[in-house]
């Protein structure tokens, strides 16, 4: 089992940038496909980006393609989020998820494959 806690949302313009965080307890961390989800008031919950166990096999979905990076540090059970080029329609609650049972170069965008949910971060992008 791991649990997840996200960190780093917060408020900006639009063009700005934020880095979200995902902190995992656990000592089996890397085990887990990881990735980030986000939902808008009133929309159904989206994927954003995923990554694979060891960090080599990365998704973005077609709407942040170019502006933001998933990446892993499997040494400190942390996955971040780094996003570029803020838009307004980018606001949401971004959650972190985990994949137990992965494979070793899988990456996930259904959030059927993921088990492990935190409890969200708050991105609001102004114009």
């Known amino acids: 089992q791991v649990q997840l806690v996200e960190s780093g949302g917060g408020s900006v313009q639009a063009g700005e940038s934020l880095r979200l965080s995902c902190a995992a307890s656990?000592?089996?961390?890397?085990?887990?496909?990881m990735g980030w989800f986000r939902q808008a008031p009133g929309k159904e919950r989206e994927s954003v980006a995923a990554?694979?166990?060891?960090?080599?096999?990365?998704y973005y979905a077609d709407s942040v393609k170019g502006r933001f990076t998933i990446s892993r540090d499997n040494a400190e059970n942390m996955v971040y989020l780094q996003m570029n080029s803020l838009k307004p329609e980018d606001t949401a609650v971004y959650y972190c998820?985990?994949?137990?049972?992965?494979?070793?170069?899988?990456?996930?965008?259904?959030?059927?494959?993921?088990?492990?949910w935190g409890q969200g971060t708050q991105v609001t992008v102004s114009s």
């Open positions: 998820a985990a994949a137990s049972g992965a494979s070793l170069n899988g990456v996930y965008y259904r959030d059927q494959n993921y088990a492990y």
């Open positions: 990554i694979s166990r060891g960090g080599s096999s990365t």
């Open positions: 656990g000592r089996t961390f890397i085990t887990y496909g």
